[in-house]
């Protein structure tokens, strides 16, 4: 497998409510290695249960933005490639209300600019990638089965978000559109 020399700037975290990064911590051998990405009991997932896992692969250049969801928590695990995940805090009532947050996540080994994390993001959140490997693949749990009612988008180059995200982005047309859920939202924890 061929690495891509990113020239992506370096990670700075800020926070934003709600959001937990988790660093996880791989046991390798000359086998390949075993790490585990979260258990029910700690932080990241407190107070929340398992309704859905997904799994989606994406090429280069690939951008899935803006996303949100009223009710929905969602955990993101880039286990292959690397993804600069996005999170922009659009909750008014928020103490972090307007907050971006850059993560470049996935596979440390092939990419170093990238950290092998978990990521919690609640509701209310905006969440977007944008695929920096030929490939890529993220890996996400919900607290909440598919609802289309929960669902909410802003399109990707949208002015809500100042975020460029460079030329010869490959979107779909969901992600050109907008469109505000109609289930109601969960407060702030």
Same mark, same amino acid.
């Given at each position: 497998m061929?690495?891509? @020399?990113?020239?992506c700037?370096?990670?700075?975290i800020? !926070?934003?409510? *709600? &959001? =937990?990064?988790k660093?996880?911590? %791989?046991? $390798?051998? *000359?086998?390949g290695f ?8 700690e932080p990241?997932?407190?107070?929340a249960?398992?309704a859905q896992?997904?799994h989606?692969?994406? @090429?280069?250049? /690939?951008v899935k933005?803006w996303?949100?969801?009223h009710? @929905?928590?969602?955990?993101?695990? +880039?286990?292959?490639?690397?993804? @600069?995940t &996005?999170l922009?805090d659009n909750r008014?009532?928020?103490p972090?209300?307007r907050?971006k947050?850059e ?9 170093p600019?990238?950290?092998? &994390? +978990?990521?919690?993001? $609640?509701?209310g959140v905006?969440?977007? +990638?944008? /695929? ?12 909440e !089965?598919?609802?289309p009612?929960?669902?909410?988008r802003w %399109?990707?180059?949208?002015d /809500? &978000?100042d975020h460029d995200?460079?030329r010869?982005v490959? =979107?779909s %047309?969901?992600? +050109?559109?907008?469109? /505000? ?5 969960k407060p702030?924890?």
């Amino acid at each position: 497998m061929e690495t891509i @020399q990113s020239e992506c700037p370096p990670t700075e975290i800020e !926070t934003i409510e *709600g &959001v =937990v990064i988790k660093p996880l911590n %791989p046991f $390798p051998d *000359g086998r390949g290695f075993f790490q585990e990405i979260f258990r029910a009991n700690e932080p990241i997932f407190e107070g929340a249960h398992f309704a859905q896992w997904s799994h989606s692969k994406m @090429q280069l250049n /690939v951008v899935k933005a803006w996303h949100y969801h009223h009710i @929905q928590t969602d955990w993101w695990y +880039c286990p292959i490639g690397m993804l @600069q995940t &996005v999170l922009f805090d659009n909750r008014p009532e928020s103490p972090t209300y307007r907050t971006k947050l850059e993560i470049f996540m996935g596979e440390t080994d092939l990419y170093p600019d990238t950290q092998s &994390v +978990c990521v919690r993001i $609640p509701p209310g959140v905006l969440h977007a +990638c944008k /695929v920096f490997s030929f490939e890529a693949h993220l890996f996400y749990i919900t607290d909440e !089965t598919y609802n289309p009612n929960d669902e909410g988008r802003w %399109p990707y180059d949208s002015d /809500v &978000v100042d975020h460029d995200w460079g030329r010869d982005v490959i =979107v779909s %047309p969901k992600d +050109c559109r907008a469109f /505000v859920p109609t289930a109601p939202r969960k407060p702030l924890r």
